[in-house]
């Protein structure tokens, strides 16, 4: 099986290295093309009005001066001699759930994988309330390949992303797996962060405050907090049903 694997903290992300030893446990062809720099929060965004350009920094291994979605095209349509059979984007440092997983880059490298009619699988390293840089890369490590030799064995839908998180714990005090679905907290994370430069003019930084939610069950948040490792089926489509039914009833009328 010949896996490409790339990320969106940056070709020389920790996380990347845990990734790269999880795939070798499923495959010794292993291919990476990762960005230059960290791409977090970049979600599908794709690069249309600059170059791109590409830095060889091993035998099968390409930093890249893009986003995540510019590294999965550029590997599998011009880099790559032949298309990989897999795409694992990550391993991201904090977790990608709930509504996270709109603007995430590393779920969006794997949608462009799912896009390119690639089996794509995106995976994120929890980081609850601990001190920066003190991720537990070693849970990651550790459930990696035991998480997707299972998913691995069984096909699923051409239009279906797997994203799996692993929860802020010692590999040993994870409580197991739990297949779960996208949650939504009840209130927003992201906020704003006003100072003032030398000059007198304002700037902002913007970023997540660390504060957690009620989530339902069965949902990826709440297996997170619980200490299980989420796998969620995600897909493109953001079309809501259910109004959708009911706003055609009322146009109609």
Known sequence: ??????????????????????????????????????????GRAISL????????????????????????LLATQDLMPDAPHLVLS????????????????TIAAAMFGMQLGIPSIALSQAQSFRERGSLPWDTARAWGARTLKPLLAQPWPKDVV???????????????????RQGFRDESIIH??????????????????????????????RAIYDGYVSVSPLHVDLTHEAYLTKLRETWQS
């Open 1 to 42: 099986m010949r896996i490409l694997l790339t990320n969106d903290d940056g070709i020389n992300a920790p996380g990347l290295s845990v990734l790269e030893d999880i795939a070798k446990e499923l495959s010794d062809d292993i291919w990476i093309a990762a960005p230059e720099e960290e791409q977090s929060g970049k």
């Open 49 to 72: 009005t600059q170059p791109v350009r590409v830095r060889k920094v091993g035998a099968k291994a390409w930093a890249i001066a893009g986003t995540p979605s510019d590294c999965v």
């Open 90 to 105: 990550g391993v991201n440092r904090g977790q990608n759930i709930a509504e996270d997983t709109s603007f995430s880059g």
């Open 162 to 180: 797997i994203n799996v998180n692993f929860p802020d714990r010692e590999p040993e005090d994870v409580a197991g797996i739990q297949i779960t």
């Open 192 to 221: 704003t962060d006003r100072r003032e430069d030398l000059r007198g003019n304002d700037y902002y930084w913007i970023g997540h405050k660390a504060r957690l939610s009620k989530p339902d069950n069965g949902t990826d948040l």
